[in-house]
C-alpha cells in the first residue's frame, strides 16, 4: 500500500461504521434513496476528518451555572466545491457538519476528440483564496476529473485544498498525487483498481446514476 500512496497526504477512514456503511452502498440491491443518505452520511464523517487540524480560539461564555472559557474555530473559513454531477451527493452531508460553509461548483466534460475533462461551468465564492477548498467527488478512479478541477481552484487563486472522495482506485490516487503536490486527500477505501472502461472495482457503480436514480 505504502507505493500508492503517500501517508501524510493521504488520508483513509477506516471506521467500522464508515466501513459498515460503505458496504451496504457497494451493494446493487441498495436503492437510490438509501444510496443517497448514505454518500451524505459518509461525507460528514470524511468531513470530520478533513477539518481536525482548523485552528481554534478560546472564548469567554456564560453557561447557565457559571462562566467558562471555550474554544472556537478561528478564522478559517471552508468552501465546499462538489464536481458535477455526483459531487453533489456530498454536499449536504458536510453542510450538516459546517452550516456556515459557502458551497462552489465545477461541472467537468471530456473532450470527444482529446479525452480530456475540462470545465463547462464554474461558480466559485469570491474569496476562495481564503477558504479551505473541499473538493468532493465520490468517485477517484482515473483521476482526470479531480485533477483539472484542482487546476481551476489553483487558477483561481485558491491555496489550501483537500479532495475527499469515497472510493479512489490506486490509478486515480497516483495521478492526483502527481498533479498536485500540495493537495490533501480524504477516501473511505482504496479499491483493487479499473477495469477496461475505467470503473473502479469492485466499486459501487456509477455513483451519479445511483444518486440521482437514472440507472
Known sequence: MAAIYDPERVTLIDHPLVQHKLSILRDRATGTKQFRD???ELALFEGYEATR???LE???IETPVRRASCRQLSGKKLAIVPILRA???MVDGLLELVPSARVGHIGMSRDEVTHRPHEYYCKLPGD???RVCLVVDPMLATGGSAVAALEYLRRQGARDVRFLCIVAAPEGLRALQAADSAVR???CAI???LNE?????PGLGDAGDRIFGTL
Do not use: K, M, S, W
Open 191 to 193: 479499491d483493487e483498481g
Open 58 to 60: 478560546n472564548v469567554e
Open 38 to 40: 448514505l454518500v451524505g
Open 53 to 55: 487540524d482548523l485552528p
Open 87 to 89: 459531487g453533489l451527493g
Open 128 to 130: 476562495i483564496a481564503e
Open 185 to 187: 486527500i480524504f477516501a
Open 197 to 201: 472502461n475505467a470503473y473502479i472495482v
